[in-house]
């Protein structure tokens, strides 16, 4: 297996074994796409904008500078699936406490139920000052961009909750009975032509989901900026890529990742510090990306970051 990335590299966080990209005062930027590590078993844990967690063949590895969160997430790498950060700084995990740590950590009936709770900061989240959030189904995935968190549970439902002033976020109306402030049900994305959601994905101000039938919906948007994609909107809209079935995708805070049944990789959005691997500073539209893995090799997941792209092939 292998880890190609591209993108903002500014505290050399895409340039885990590169002596002597680790040691420039400004490592460069990745226009394209390069190959990060390869393993037998790779596992992308978590980006952040200063740093990137990589579980490989068993053992964590971090490239870049942590902060304290990464240094957490480092200790406690199990953290990283059942927790999500907005830019906001809230944090929302599925959680209990584990007394000798003073963090959350996956362990304990939380974990059964599928709960999860909400930190205003990472502080709180350290002191274990969480508030639970109640009268929701199991969860078992929650994402988060700027400003809203989205959460899939079991049964393939969205609930999204946030900042009143990015409604777009939310996919759904703000009302009276369905507050941005608490998790609401996203009723356009039930009973859908190709099933229920079966994955979510979150950045800037966009979230994308995947259908069992693999049809890609998006939502989002921040007032007075364009969108990335021209029919962006508080909607969740079906996307349309020459066709094709979808089968992962990735949204990063100005770009989006969408790879096919077929394992072709497509990006769109703005690509200043090289996150859309072809050397382009924006793309209106969808464009496919080649990778030249070798043969008998094909990528099979995608992941996005702060302004920087992952893609794994084997």
């Not at 902060?67 to 809230?90: R, W, Y």
């Not at 009936?109 to 274990?128: C, K, P, V, W, Y």
């Not at 039930?190 to 994308?208: E, H, N, Q, W």
Request: include cysteine; aromatic fraction near 8%.
């Amino acid at each position: 297996m292998k880890i190609w990335v591209s993108g903002f590299n500014a505290w050399g966080q895409l340039d885990m074994f590169d002596e002597k990209a680790q040691n420039q005062v400004f490592p460069d930027d990745l226009q394209t796409f390069q190959i990060f590590t390869q393993s037998d078993k790779l596992d992308i844990l978590w980006t952040a904008i200063t740093a990137n967690l990589i579980e490989e063949s068993g053992k964590i590895l971090v490239a870049g500078c942590p902060d304290e969160l990464v240094t957490i997430l480092f200790q406690k790498p199990a953290l990283c699936s059942s927790m999500a950060v907005a830019g906001n700084d809230k944090i929302v995990g599925r959680c209990i406490i584990d007394t000798l740590l003073k963090i959350y950590t996956l362990i304990g009936i939380a974990i059964e139920n599928g709960a999860l709770r909400t930190f205003d900061s990472l502080q709180n989240f350290r002191s274990s000052n969480g508030k639970l959030i109640e009268n929701c189904q199991e969860f078992t995935h929650v994402v988060a961009n700027q400003t809203s968190f989205t959460a899939l549970s079991s049964t393939g439902d969205v609930w999204t909750w946030g900042d009143p002033r990015y409604s777009a976020c939310l996919g759904r109306e703000i009302l009276c009975e369905s507050s941005a402030s608490i998790p609401c049900l996203v009723e356009s994305l039930r009973y859908l032509p190709t099933g229920p959601i079966k994955k979510i994905s979150s950045g800037g101000y966009m979230t994308a989901a995947l259908t069992e039938g693999n049809d890609l919906y998006v939502w989002g948007g921040h007032p007075g900026q364009p969108g990335i994609l021209d029919s962006l909107a508080s909607d969740p809209m079906p996307i349309n890529i020459e066709g094709a079935d979808i089968i992962d995708i990735a949204v990063g805070f100005d770009h989006i990742l969408a790879l096919t049944l077929e394992r072709r990789l497509y990006t769109i959005g703005f690509g200043n510090h090289g996150q859309l691997g072809v050397n382009s500073k924006q793309q209106c539209q969808w464009k496919e990306v080649m990778l030249f893995p070798k043969k008998g090799q094909h990528i099979i997941k995608v992941h996005a970051g702060y302004k920087t792209s992952f893609v794994v092939t084997r």
